[in-house]
């Protein structure tokens, strides 16, 4: 063999020998893992390897996902060791331990067994878990060691949080301290030990959130954490173990995980199509969700959002000291009637349906005892102030008992566990009386309105029958939109009101047709809601796709709102606009049909934290360009001049090509002349409304300008007006006006977009932002002065006077004016109710 061939025979030896141990899923005692090198699970979805988080250098050993395009770390070995440079060694030493090594020198000892294996392998199961295990173990999953007992800030399917009380070990999941900096921050979560175990988020020591107890399916306080057709859950609690674990079906190919960051617990969803992880669940979901917000025996009541209320349970009272004041929670719940428990016990439970369980000083559990025995049980020990099954499987079994204050109380929707709450009798015994009058009452409401409505269906059936003889909708799903002609007119030569007759150029659907369109208004086919009512995805015959407005009996708006929007957009033509394409108004329904556009709404990506990655300087500036154009439109080129009332972000729709377009116009008005018109109705979203039309009623073209405004500070922060807490700035306008007067003007932009936007674009845009926003209508800009505005120089911009609502949160200061707006909304529901014109 000569030279050549022979070094070329052992280069080949030695790559592929470094080729195995980089694909291999399993590394012996003779191996090492160093920088550079991985190991990868045998179905691919795993790697173990050395890395550097954001933009730190400190590299750490982790294990992330193999086969997605979204870098994403599951597990770090060395959070409080980083090695500093890549010197970085995973080995099993001598005594079958396994450690890691940098510059020779131990960094952190992962696997210390007491019980030495004669053949230690590493290896990297398919489920993300890094195992140590002797290779003559007749059981495989005897693992000497596991990366599964010790999680960092993620929880995969088939780990165990909780505690083996064997050998004292808690798994538990602590949040990075930044996307830099894996080491432990202050977040937690966790199963905390007593009689009725639960999970608990702790910032620091101090509890954040408490689950509520397992009852068999679910945590009381986390309704929504049941098993579905892809999870299965497990929760085990006995001597030896305490500790819950979810698991994926086998017909399940969903790739998920759930991470505590340092805000909140998450769970992720890998979708495929979009490239991206989709958040499914997280907790606290709303304030109602901070630990024992509203204090003992208040019960906590969330919208949702940031919007709660806090009132005593039944048989409970504010404590006369006590001002009730959300900002100064904990208040005070005091018993209405004091308890007497002695021999002569004048006590009994009253029951409360659909509470998160509560928490106590003291609890006991009993898991055999009926619920008639748990009611015996804890009525005979005057300390006991509640008590409930423990699960509610098979329609309830076993007895929990607390003691003490029942503290972190909140209404929980779908939750049907019962909780029993001691009270003296005489106030048990006041309600049943009161539930007593109000059953007769409703009787006798029930007899009234039956009879009445029996009359009226007598009467009113020679109308319907001549109504409908009269009167038919055409078949939407075999309408033509693309070789739309002329149809019957929505009110075909009818009374619009007020002595004016109108004739509608505009379809009118049969509410069958329209019903067979939405597969009976589906669920699946649900696009969306608002104050209005749902949205749902329409299909033709032809493959036309229609959205399909239903409005809710619920909303307030009726005919003439439904009239409003129809009269007003049938009018309308400009591609900057939503197209009204029909509507139906058969039986009580009230239902408006319009071209459907795929990518739902700007508020839609704008202010969710993965997809408003997607529209760019380029789609944004395109976005902003389509707004202008069509309020354009709407203030001086159509043939009535419209005020919209109610420009959001949420009424911004998107078509395929992310055009946008305009909607919802049932609270828009036409205005008559030049200057402004009052109302005694103010309808629009806090946040958007002008100052003039929020406090004094008057609504004019700049009201929309100014809407236009805090729109186009949004588009270019990414960030709403409303609940808006990145500085000491009350919102987004005060925010951006600070950082004007500051020469800062360039933080205000979206971090995203880099460095893409030039200087002086952006600061045109944010100048022009300002200058729509002035607290007085007579200083802001027309659109078609706006328009302008986009193609000057930013030093030949005007500046800006002071913005509205620089000075005080939301809309606080409405309490300072004569006028108050009867129906308003926040945030981006929107509730209209208009007077008829």
Known sequence: MDNFSFVFLNSSLLLFFFVYLDATDIMTQSQSLSEGKTLVSKDGGFVLGFFSPGISSNRYLGIWYNNISVTTVVWVANRLNPIRDSSGVLMVNSSGSLVLLSQNTTVAWLANSTKEAQYPIV????????????KIEENPENYLWQSFDYPSD????????????RTGLNRQLSAWKSSDDPSPGDLSWGIELHNYPEFVMKKGSEKFFRSGPWNGLFFSGMPELQ??????????????????????TQSSVIITRSVLNQSQFERYMWVEEKKEWGMSFNLPKDKCDAYNLCGPYANCIGSGGDDLLCECVRGFMQSPAERWNPSTFPNECVRSTQLSCQLDNKTGFFKFAGLKMPDSEISWVNGSMSLKECDVKCLNNCSCMAYANSEIKNGGSGCANWFGNLNDIRQI?????????????????????????QKMKMKVIVIVVVAIAVVFGVLSIPYCICKRSNFRGDDLISFDFSNRITQRGLMNKKSTGKGRNKEMELPLFSFSSVSTATNNFSISNKLGEGGFGPVYKGSLLNGHLVAIKRLSRKSGQGWEELKNEAMLIAKLQHKN???????????????????????????????DPIRHGIIDWATRTHIIEGIVQGLLYLHQYSRLQIIHRDLKASNILLDKDMNPKISDFGMARILCGNGSQATNR?????????????????????SDVFSFGVLLL????????????????????????????????????????GDVPPVNVVLSYINIALLCVQENAVDRPTISDVILMFNKEPALLPSPKKPAFSFARGMEDLGTSKRKPEICSINDVTVSILEAR
């Open 123 to 134: 290896e990297l199961l398919d489920s993300g878990n890094l195992v140590l295990r002797d």
């Open 154 to 165: 993620t929880w995969l399917p088939g780990m165990k949080l909780g505690w083996d009380l």
């Open 227 to 248: 098993a579905t057709r892809d999870y299965s859950f497990t929760f085990v609690s006995n001597e030896d173990e305490v500790y819950f674990k979810f698991g994926m």
């Open 413 to 437: 929707a779908d939750n049907d566990q019962a909780v029993y709450i001691r009270m003296s009798l005489p106030e048990i015994d006041n309600y049943k009386e009161e539930k007593d009058k």
């Open 577 to 607: 606009l939503v197209k009204l394409l029909g509507c139906c108004i058969e039986r009580d329904e009230k239902i408006l049909i319009y071209e459907y556009l795929p990518n739902k709404s700007l508020d839609y990506f704008l202010f």
């Open 682 to 702: 103010i309808v629009g979203t806090y946040g958007y409304m002008s100052p003039e039309y929020a406090m004094e009623g008057l609504f004019s073209i700049k």
């Open 714 to 753: 949004e588009i270019l922060s990414g960030k709403k007006n409303t609940g808006f807490y990145q500085s000491d700035s009350i919102n987004l306008i005060g925010y951006a006006w600070d950082l004007w007067r500051s020469n800062r003007s360039l933080e205000l932009m979206d971090p995203i977009l």
